[in-house]
């Protein structure tokens, strides 16, 4: 019969607490003291893998327990889906009140799949504007449907709700900072995880820690404009594009509930973000004027998936595993698709939290995972790589974005996640247009230097 032990002791006044599960405990990892493998990619297996159920022993009298550490949706959603499916879970979270910068757009399908009430979504954008560095704007939008829409909600809302329902399944939710994992001292040994628990009234701000990993900064500021101003942004985003606004990623203006959320990010100029930030601002002049900023959020953000994402028990997912995409810069719904696949795979292997599981099970996960989403990643990197290395490249972006074609692959492929096949000649038109436009900018950008020289 396998044991559990809990020890306390105390560190610099907080409450220092480390735990060790079962014989053979599992453990989810995902937050930011995770690091990013530069130049890493998503990469396609083809593994045999046995279900460790199988040869592995059952847990008498106990389940399994698994530490989900990280609440934002990838923590969320796996720690619901772990504790619907018998397995004792711990959430921590080192801040229940976080409200990271981020855009917080969502697509239609996550609603649906993940059960989110409607009174979540602060807007409803039908109309995406996308604003050239030349200030040439393109409205998008014209594919949707009437019931069509990209949802925009705050990830403090977001976070708390998820974590909410991980709890109502009963998970227990943990307002901790991790600190370390302890490796088994043999085959077979428990991990043990160190972390600070907050009490409600103590606070603190915990052990700062570093990396060495590519990861982006994503710089958000909340800014209350007036309703008058604020009509124009009911439904409607706007994206900037330019080397002022970023050299790698793009500018924008997300509306919220009572207030938009304008922000930028890059991963090739860090130290210059807040000189981008100010270029957003400027872009946006005439819409935001007037307008109060309520808060100021910056974070740090993984943007390559992780070349190692499973080891042992201990698994990736969410922006610890790097599921940032390139181009659009969107995580939520594949944070939330990667804890909740992660966790399906350790409660299937687990046969409800009944047996061990092994490196076999979360592998599982991995290969559904990369074999859904693999193609979108890809698509997108290349589609930075191509549109975002200069300001001409970044014109015949949105110039081939005024093609209905072109919104329509691109409104279907992001709200219902699938790599939509197209039609092969509007594809070959799309080609041709699309060097015409790079031809075109190129053409411009040889001007515009002369004229600098």
Known sequence: MASLSTTTSTAAGDSLRSFAGLRRETRILRGVAAADAPGSQLRRRQLGVVRASRTSPRLNGRKLRVAVVGGGPAGGSAAEALAKGGVETMLIERKLDNCKPCGGAIPLCMVEEFGLPLD???????????????????????????????????????????????????ASVINGLFLRLEQPEGPGGPYRIHYNEFSPAGGGA?????????????????????????????????????????????GWVFPKCDHVAVGT?????????????????LRAKDKIEGGTIIRVEAHPIPEHPRPRRVLGRVALIGDAAGYVTKCSGE???FAAKSGRMCAEAIVEGSENGSRMIDEGDLRKYLEKFDKMYWPTYKVLDVLQKLFYRSNAAREAFVEMCADE?????????????????????????????????????????????????
Do not use: C, W
């Open 120 to 170: 979540l979504i602060d807007r409803r954008v039908t109309k995406m504007k996308m604003i050239s560095p030349s200030n040439v704007a393109v409205d998008i939008g014209r594919t949707l449907g009437p019931d069509e829409y990209i949802g925009m909600v705050r990830r403090e809302v977001l976070d708390a709700y998820l974590r909410g329902r991980a709890a109502e399944a009963g």
């Open 206 to 250: 915990g052990e700062r820690r570093t990396a060495e990993y590519e990861y982006a900064i994503a710089f958000q500021e909340r800014v209350r404009i007036p309703e008058t101003k604020m009509e124009y942004y009911k439904e409607r985003a706007e994206m900037y594009v330019g080397d002022d606004v970023s050299p790698d990623f793009y």
């Open 265 to 281: 990010g890059t991963v090739t100029h860090k130290a210059d973000i807040k000189k981008f930030q100010a270029a957003t601002r």
């Open 331 to 333: 995580g939520i719904y």
């Open 405 to 453: 074609y072109v919104q329509k692959m691109t409104f279907d492929s992001y709200l219902y996640k699938k790599v939509v096949p197209g039609n092969p000649v509007d594809d070959l038109k799309l080609a041709v247009n699309t060097i015409g436009s790079l031809v075109r900018a190129n053409a411009l950008r040889r001007e515009m230097d002369k004229l600098t020289l």
